[in-house]
């Protein structure tokens, strides 16, 4: 079979060519200049929060959330396994990135007003990935074990724990008891692996639904014209 | 819809962008694909780590006087640690050479045990007999009993428990 | 309000025609910035790694600990708020500003896009990043709340041989470890150096039948497990390391009830801290504390007896 061949049997089983024009043919308003770069911060954002998901589930096959355990699986994944040292590097460094690259893609949005009318419910979905981010960035500090990692998060946590009246108690839900220790660290890896990365993706699955559908926002133009 | 200039032109723009993506995306991939595939497949090549346990002094072994001997068997396990208490039978002919046979019988996994007065190795399970040399004399054995490398050092005699070889 | 909605979709709609596929031209320039990012972040992970600090320590209280780089920002901003107010802004701050952000698209309403048309949220947008990039060069800046501590390189060389070695499995150390060696909780401070870096070398040779293995080490590895061994054992120290405390010390400090009470009371200080940071410390406070008004005895006393004092502080627990 030619390939063409294959595209068309596929077409008819599973309507992919109709996919391909809503998602890859459809038209996008002209920006003209360094301006257009601003527009690939998101799928920049969303290509390290693929490569956080592919880094992140390799560590996980050599990674136990115990403080037996942790730091030394974590180490053993940088000097005994094979690329172990550089599939850590790139996702601590793409952890960096993702909150970067949030961030510009966010200012880009807050610079254009593409939060305007009919995208609010795009911008508002993307405010809660920003949150979601967050949520990352602060569980998967805690997970090697190490020296920063603990203290890092007892800081976080007790600042927590000053909130008036709740605080106490949101301290204790948050490590898991009274202290930090094994169920701080099972907690922040449940969080970690399983909670936050399905609710991001339910999350950045409406996010681009919207962007797709309302069409990506134009580059705005001085004063209001015609109309 | 195409850039300023004949439809043809548009075309062939098109085609080299989309080549150009294509060559991106490969790259990506490839070096992703690369690194990512090597750490999830480098268990395979590893080797397994060579872990030769003290019995003890190879002048205490009687000659053919099959003795049981526990000892702690320490393994790496990855990042962990793992220690497993286990035995091993150890034969001599001359006190030179040395058998250490794997305590389990070879038909179901049966712990066994020396009989001093028949000269034979009994497995309760089946009633199975292996002779001093390993050998299946009667029973339902597949094989004559696995043994754990051996080697005597300093006057040390040493088994290494993780590599249990089946007997020719 | 509302009425420039419609106008709006029309006017986008034109544009969205006139405009070019999404493919390939948007997605070339996706692609090119993703491949970008990737060898960016390949190069910093094959240089730099990621870094891994000396195993968790609870009972550390010399350790600085700092923020991510990108809520240092926060944290510099709480110092603004003294006493409990600080709690309550710790909670408020980063709460208001996204509320703020979630209700922008009902705040900030008109049709007016370009940011010169909206000079208000421009100027606030701008002075918001101006703001947070000042915030964080500062917590950047700022001092550290604890003195730092310079751990002797060869000492934590010596903690991590100890680590990789697994002395652990036959020996007690702090209070954890196997039982199949002597608990060094207990024996530590028996032995000299001669005796420890000639015990490394062969156990044999000193405690015939000792099941302890020959570990074949290099010097220096030696060298770094007995500095390790020394930091942490008090050592046995000499029936005038009292004496010098009472005739240096006792004015300002007490122990078990006698003595001054300018500085603080040492007399479970061996609990918080180890040899050799009292042996810096004792030497030079300035070094270690700025603000302590305690003077340097380096000059005064020799070294050994700043070592046998050293060592009496430590068994003090």
Redesign the interface.
């Known amino acids: 079979m030619t390939p063409r061949a294959c595209w068309d049997w596929a077409c008819e089983r599973t309507g992919l060519d109709r996919v391909w024009d809503a998602l890859m043919a459809r038209h996008i308003p002209e920006a003209r200049g360094p301006v257009a770069w601003f527009y690939a911060l998101g799928s920049a954002t969303l290509f390290v929060f693929t490569l956080q998901a592919v880094t992140g589930a390799l560590l996980a096959m050599n990674y136990v959330p115990s403080p037996d355990h942790a730091y030394d699986s974590v180490r053993f994944i940088g000097s005994q396994v094979l690329f172990g040292r550089f599939i850590r590097g790139l996702h601590h460094w793409g952890a960096s990135a993702m909150v970067i690259l949030v961030a510009l893609h966010m200012l880009r949005v807050y610079f254009m007003a593409a939060y305007k009318y009919p995208r609010e419910a795009t911008w508002i979905v993307g405010v809660t990935l920003f949150t979601l981010v967050m949520g990352f960035s602060f569980t998967g500090y805690l997970l090697p074990w190490d020296q920063k990692a603990y203290w890092a998060t007892m800081v976080g946590t007790s600042i927590a724990g000053q909130t008036p009246v709740i605080g106490p108690y949101m301290s204790k839900v948050l490590l898991g008891g009274a202290e930090m220790g094994a169920a701080t660290m099972t907690r922040f890896y449940a969080l970690h692996v399983l909670v936050l990365p399905m609710v991001t993706a339910a999350a950045l699955g409406a996010h681009l639904f919207l962007v797709v559908w309302h069409g990506i926002s134009e580059p705005p133009r001085r004063k209001e014209q015609g109309s | ?1 195409t850039e300023n200039g004949s439809p043809e032109e548009g075309l062939s723009r ?1 085609g080299f ?2 080549w ?2 294509a060559g ?2 490969a ?2 991939a490839a ?2 694909g690369a ?2 595939t ?3 497949i ?1 268990p395979a ?1 590893g080797k397994r780590e060579e872990d030769w346990v003290d019995l003890g002094l190879a002048k205490g072994f009687k000659q053919n006087e099959p003795l049981k001997v526990d000892f702690v068997e ?1 393994k790496r396990d ?4 793992v220690e497993r208490r286990s035995s091993a039978w150890v034969v001599t002919p001359n006190g030179r050479e040395f058998v250490a046979f794997n305590p389990r019988c070879t038909h179901l996994g049966c712990p066994y045990r020396w009989s001093s007065e028949k000269k034979e190795f009994l497995c309760p399970c089946h009633t199975a007999v292996f002779d001093i040399d390993g050998r299946v004399v009667s029973g339902p054995p597949p094989r004559p009993l696995d043994r754990f490398p051996t080697k005597v050092v300093g006057g040390r005699l040493l088994i290494q428990p993780a590599a249990s070889k089946e007997a020719a | 309000m509302t009425d420039w909605h419609a106008a709006y979709r029309e006017r986008y709609k034109k544009l969205k025609e006139a405009g070019k596929p999404f493919f390939p031209y948007a997605v070339l320039k996706d692609t090119l910035v993703a491949a970008l990012i990737l060898c960016v972040l390949s190069y910093l992970a094959w240089h730099f790694g990621a870094g891994l600090e000396e195993l968790a320590d609870p009972t550390d209280t010399t350790y600085n600990p700092r923020p991510e780089w990108y809520f240092l920002f926060l944290f510099q901003a709480l110092k603004f708020f003294p006493g409990t107010l600080e709690a309550v802004a710790a909670t408020l701050l980063p709460g208001l500003g996204m509320l703020i952000l979630i209700l922008l698209p009902f705040i900030d309403r008109g049709p007016a896009r370009h940011p010169l048309d909206r000079p208000f949220w421009t100027i606030l947008g701008v002075a918001t990043l101006a703001g947070i990039g000042w915030l964080t060069w500062a917590g950047y800046r700022s001092p550290l709340t604890n003195p730092v501590v310079e751990k002797d390189p060869v000492t934590l060389q010596g903690q991590r041989l100890y680590r990789d070695l697994n002395c652990s499995y036959c020996h007690i150390l702090g209070g954890k470890g196997g039982q199949l060696g002597p608990n060094l909780d207990k024996v530590l401070g028996n032995h000299d150096d001669a005796w420890l870096t000639k015990h490394f070398r062969d156990p044999q040779a000193l405690s015939p039948g000792t099941g302890m293995p020959k570990l074949d080490l290099l010097d220096d590895e030696i060298h770094a497990l007995v500095a390790y061994l020394d930091s942490l054992g008090s050592g046995p120290y000499s029936a005038e390391a009292p004496k010098l405390f009472a005739e240096n010390c006792a004015a300002c400090h007490t122990i078990h009830g006698k003595g001054g009470d300018t500085g603080p009371d040492l007399s479970l200080i061996g609990s918080a801290r180890d040899k050799a940071f009292m042996r810096n410390y004792i030497a030079d406070p300035s070094k270690m504390n700025q603000a302590s008004s305690m003077p340097g005895f380096s000059g005064q006393l020799t070294d050994h007896q700043i070592e046998d004092l050293a060592r009496y502080l430590s068994s003090l627990r």
């Open positions: 819809m098109r962008l989309t150009a993506i991106l995306g790259f990506i070096a992703l690194t990512g090597g750490y999830f480098s090549f320490r990855a990042w962990a640690t």
